[in-house]
């Protein structure tokens, strides 16, 4: 079967962002997070674990046991900063002696060293249990670090041009390939795997990659290898017979009642059986991101439109209002529908990373705007507020209400969302921009509204498209279409879900922007897959949109207790939140007036105001609300539940990804309506 992906990202080595809002977050990543990352991984023994497993030592290692890994996101993350400055590398505030391009080089030099002879590279095992490889498929997560390490050898590649970490990734590649099948017959405990052997099927053309990839989402839930594993501890890696180690959590998280329960690890069944997303979040937006992957390469409809399905059992019933997923932090897992806690929630930075990942794929694959959309919520909300404005604190879980003791940390033991976060910014550029892929359409989609300029070729021309943007803060975006020469094609523009109005001019003379009677979205109509579609030959032409960005207060289903009695407030791409720092009254005595009267009609009683001094310039959201008047309750803890007297005050809400970033404090997404 052949590939039928409908629309094919433009590469972020291909795309140049300069946005007045995303410059600052890019700038932070590239000149202090890499550098605290690669601190970090000095200080953990991250790198430490390398140079003595490359020496040959034996013992030692320290970390977590899958430390590998954040090695290989640095250098993902890294690479894709190297090529947004054109190969130079230079960036003098990583270290006094080094730029980025040499330190680059001194850890792949590093990897390559550590690597055995037959291909197998992880440094705990090569440390501590060189006999016990490929025996705790649970917990030990040698084939998620493996994954890791192709993405980076792959970015590198793409990069630089360069075979240096590619042919580390390679070799492991085919170690893995040689073993499982037939030696070993299993899937991995942690995903990661998946999508990545696609990745590196399509930089290198070799089909074996793409074979095991599909083997181990086919396999997941047919067989008992995670299972029979926990039945015989004495025998796996990472088992401490005095104290349990990794192999006694698993069966923490694994085990139901006594009973062995693969929701956890989604092996519960096999993946076009199973009819909701279950277990622990990283690993399922993992999966189902390698899954779309096999489906789109090998031309699997059938597994696309299960997926799909998958994507909505998320979306509709176990999702937060800012795109986190996972509301449960034991496991780190999803639980049930409509189970989304607000102080207790765990919405995982990884998780949410996944999701975005996760989603692309599902857009390329369909060419469907819905994924776009939450792309863009999941980047504004779940994603940014994983860590502090200027990089140097994480939040690992991240609550929707905390009464002022949730906050984010220099580092954790387990690292994975930091680099993360490092690797998902460095390549933003991935997300902006499409073309029409295999399919038949001429077609250039514009899915994320960020200033930037690219290059996309369509057909057989070059075509450099130049955006500016107001997103987040207004909805004023500019267009320019330069071809090489004059080129007939479709511009996609997706209409953002949460916009009901927008008007567009191209080179100053208005279009249509109404939903059209067949659906078909020409000429400016919008079209039932959320996209505006002006087709005509382009020739150094300007579009000019607006959208309007209102403050709207939206509710949760009635399933959802938590948030039962409650509004949240959301401007644009953006939701907003209450913050301790900001009011006299703790959040939660608070109750917005809404103005709501109807599904139908809504008087507004929000004004948004943008404020240059606060938290790097944000647009804050001012409401009225009233809170109860403290002087009847003098004396008295409880009294009759007559309506106490109330006070009218005004509430100042901010972005939710910007709090925690000044004096601490509490914290409220979900507000009391009156």
């Not at 037939?182 to 052997?197: C, T």
Request: hydrophobic share 35%; proline share 4%.
């Amino acid at each position: 079967m052949a590939s039928i992906r409908r629309a094919a990202s433009v590469a972020p080595t291909d795309v140049t962002i300069d946005d007045e809002f995303w410059n600052h977050w890019l700038e932070t990543t590239r000149r202090g997070l890499l550098g605290h990352h690669y601190e970090q991984l000095e200080e953990s023994g991250c790198l430490e674990n390398f140079r003595r497993a490359a020496d040959g030592a034996a013992g030692g290692f320290r970390g977590m046991w899958f430390a590998d890994s954040d090695a290989y996101k640095w250098l993902e993350a890294a690479s894709y900063v190297l090529a947004s400055r054109d190969g130079s590398g230079s960036s003098p505030d990583l270290a006094p002696d080094s730029d980025l391009r040499r330190r680059i080089d001194d850890v792949i030099d590093l990897i390559a060293a550590a690597q055995a002879e037959d291909g197998y590279l992880n440094t705990y095992f090569a440390l501590e249990e060189p006999e016990k490889r490929w025996t705790n498929l649970n917990m030990m997560h040698e084939l998620y670090c493996a994954g890791h390490l192709i993405e980076a050898a792959v970015a590198h590649h793409r990069a630089t041009g360069e075979q240096s970490l590619l042919s580390v990734a390679t070799a492991f590649a085919d170690h893995i390939d040689e073993r499982f099948g037939d030696d070993i017959d299993g899937v991995p405990g942690h995903q990661g795997i998946e999508l990545a052997l696609v990745k590196l099927a399509r930089t290198t053309g070799e089909g074996r990659y793409l074979d095991r990839a599909r083997y181990f989402v086919e396999r997941r839930g047919r067989d008992d290898r995670l299972a029979r594993e926990l039945e015989r501890l004495e025998e796996l890696g990472g088992y401490d017979p005095e104290d349990g180690g990794v192999a006694s959590d698993a069966r923490e998280v694994f085990y139901e009642d006594g009973v062995y329960d693969g929701r956890y690890a989604q092996d519960h069944a096999p993946i076009r059986e199973q009819e909701s997303v279950e277990g622990h979040a990283v690993r399922a937006a993992y999966l189902f991101a390698g899954a779309t992957d096999v489906a789109a390469e090998t031309g699997d409809n059938a597994l696309l439109d299960h997926l799909e399905r998958l994507w909505e059992s998320v979306a509709h019933r176990r999702m937060y209002v800012t795109g986190a997923i996972g509301s449960s932090a034991h496991g780190e897992r999803f639980t049930e529908d409509y189970d989304l806690p607000n102080d207790t929630a765990y919405a995982e930075t990884c998780a949410a990373i996944g999701s975005v990942f996760w989603n692309r794929r599902l857009f390329e694959f369909t060419g469907r705007a819905r994924y776009a959309d939450l792309i863009e919520r999941t980047l504004y909300n779940a994603v940014l507020v994983g860590r502090s404005r200027d990089g140097t604190e994480f939040f690992y879980d991240n609550r929707l209400a905390s009464d002022g003791n949730h906050h984010r940390q220099e580092w954790f033991e387990c690292a994975c969302c930091p680099p993360n976060i490092a690797r998902v910014l460095a390549a933003l550029g991935r997300y902006l921009y499409a073309t029409g892929g295999e399919s038949d359409e001429r077609c250039l989609y514009v899915n994320q509204y960020i200033g930037s300029s690219a290059t996309a070729t369509i057909g057989d021309t070059v075509v450099e498209l130049d955006q500016t943007s107001g997103f987040p803060w207004n909805g004023e975006v500019t267009l320019d279409v330069e071809p090489a020469t004059p080129t007939e094609f479709a511009l996609r523009l997706r209409v953002p879900s949460w916009c009901e109005d927008v008007s567009i001019r191209v080179n100053g003379e208005a279009v249509p922007t109404a939903l059209g009677d067949d659906d078909s979205g020409r000429n400016g109509e919008r079209t039932d897959d959320g996209y505006l579609v002006i087709e005509r030959e382009w020739d150094g032409d300007r579009v000019e949109i607006t959208f309007e960005v209102p403050v709207v207060p939206v509710r949760a289903h009635p399933a959802v207790a938590a948030d039962a009695g409650r509004v949240a407030l959301t401007r644009g791409p953006l939701v907003y939140c209450l913050e301790g720092v900001d009011h006299d009254r703790p959040p939660h005595q608070y109750r917005i007036e809404t103005g709501i009267k109807s599904d139908a009609e809504t008087e507004s009683s929000f004004d948004a105001d943008y404020r240059d001094a606060l938290l790097g310039g944000v647009v804050v959201v001012t409401a009225a609300a009233t809170v109860p008047d403290l002087e009847e309750w003098d004396g008295k803890l409880y009294r009759p539940a007559a309506e106490p007297s109330r006070s009218l005050e005004s509430v100042t809400a901010i972005p939710y990804y910007a709090w925690d970033n000044r004096a601490p404090g509490e914290l409220r997404v979900w507000l009391r309506e009156r």
